[in-house]
């Protein structure tokens, strides 16, 4: 049996923050992560720089690319530009990498690893938990961080997060060469995507591109989508790697947390249910998650309700507004790209929203009036 002070279940960018941030702290941790080694993951992998301060190592090995500019279309045609002034609000990083170097830094802080090692079963026993994997072996911990994805079972199991999930479904693709796109430059396309929008994000030798829908559960008619914005990029219509995947978006203020057990990322159902962002508040939470850990496991605080609390109001308060604009937004996206992308102040705000200089609280009335008044 493995005895450890915290289990961290998955090694993806919010489990390993937490790993770090525990193991400096000088806690035992133990990471079982089911896959064998770093696979692909053509995600968006957009990512505000300002996380580099929750951080003390340099995150720039990760980074391919950052965003100056940001091209917004609606069906392929009607564009809008936006450079963005000063410091790019955001990073493009290559996945794959951003994970194994979090997990380099948690392995250099003291952090084991089990890999691949699959968690088949997740029991309170006395003061800490048991847990049980896919090759025998069995772990004792105090507490247990939740950081397996979307499709992990165990937040429902120990009474974390929503009853009922609200699932994004996307459809994402990685292509060799930038094609059309130029480096510094993010693309966002409005239109082709039924309650939905389409995005591609540069990388240091390719580009990420995704289709996604908001409301409802499947990407309409996605490979007729791909086959329109995929030229148009610069590429022929079957090209690349492609991902299926469903994310939990977020949809109400749930308890993140139970009794020595926390969910981080997108297990936590944190998934900005506007812009699809998974990444910051994926960092942000196994930051926040490792802090009212550490406290917890030193007794300096009686349960981890400040975790779920902290991410109230550094994010769910925000998404509470984002979901709202989503709802009215994706139901007229005509309207949407008209009065919002087009308005000359909206793809700065868009900017400041993704750097987190700005929450959807500080525009969302505005928006929502305005395209209910305008729909009306």
């Keep these: 049996m493995i005895d450890t002070d915290v289990a961290v279940i998955g090694a993806g960018a919010a489990g390993t923050s937490a790993a770090f941030h525990l193991a400096s702290a000088g806690h035992s941790v133990t990471v079982l992560e089911a896959e064998t080694g770093a696979r692909i993951k053509p995600c968006g992998g957009g990512m505000a720089s300002s996380v580099q301060n929750w951080f003390p190592f340099d995150l720039s090995p990760a980074v391919d690319d950052v965003i100056r500019r940001v091209d917004f279309s609606w069906c392929l045609e009607d564009p809008v530009v936006a450079d963005l002034p000063g410091e790019a609000p955001f990073w493009i990083v290559r996945r794959e990498q951003l994970d194994s170097l979090l997990l380099e830094q948690a392995m250099h802080a003291g952090a084991d690893v089990l890999r691949p090692s699959r968690v088949t079963d997740m029991q309170r026993s006395g003061e800490g938990w048991i847990l049980k994997e896919d090759r025998g072996e069995t772990i004792q911990a105090r507490a247990v961080v939740i950081a397996d994805g ?62 996604g829908t908001f409301i409802g559960r499947d ?10 914005l995929l030229p148009d990029l610069g590429f022929a219509a079957d090209a690349g790697l492609r991902q299926q995947a ?8 749930s308890p993140l947390h139970s009794d020595g057990v926390v969910a981080v990322g997108d297990a936590a159902s944190l998934c900005d249910p506007f812009l699809a962002e998974g990444l910051r508040p994926a960092l942000m939470s196994g930051c926040e998650a490792a802090k009212h850990l550490d406290r917890w496991l030193s007794g300096e605080e009686r349960s981890l309700q400040g975790y779920s609390r902290e991410m109230r109001q550094r994010w769910g308060d925000s998404m509470a507004w984002g979901r709202r604009i989503a709802q009215v937004f994706y139901r007229f996206p005509g309207v949407g790209y008209q009065l919002g992308i087009k308005r000359p102040t909206a793809p700065r705000r868009i900017a ?16 929502i009036r305005r395209l209910l008044l305008q729909r009306s």
Excluded: C, K
């Excluded at 929503?162 to 396309?189: D, I």
């Excluded at 990407?219 to 329109?228: F, G, H, M, Q, R």
């Excluded at 469903?246 to 203020?253: K, Y």
């Design 219 to 228: 990407v309409t008619d996605a490979e007729t989508i791909l086959s329109a």
């Design 150 to 211: 979307s499709g992990s079972p165990w937040p429902q199991q120990v009474g974390i997060g929503p009853r009922s999930l609200h699932m994004a479904s996307t459809l994402s693709v990685r292509l060799e060469g930038l094609g059309a796109l130029t480096p510094g430059t993010a693309r966002f396309e409005f239109g082709l995507v039924h309650h939905g929008f389409a995005w591609a994000f540069p990388m240091a030798d390719g580009i990420n591109v995704g289709v």
């Design 246 to 253: 469903s994310l939990r978006v977020w949809n109400g203020h």
């Design 352 to 367: 400041q929203i993704l750097s987190g200089e700005m929450g959807y609280g500080d525009i969302a009335q505005r928006v």
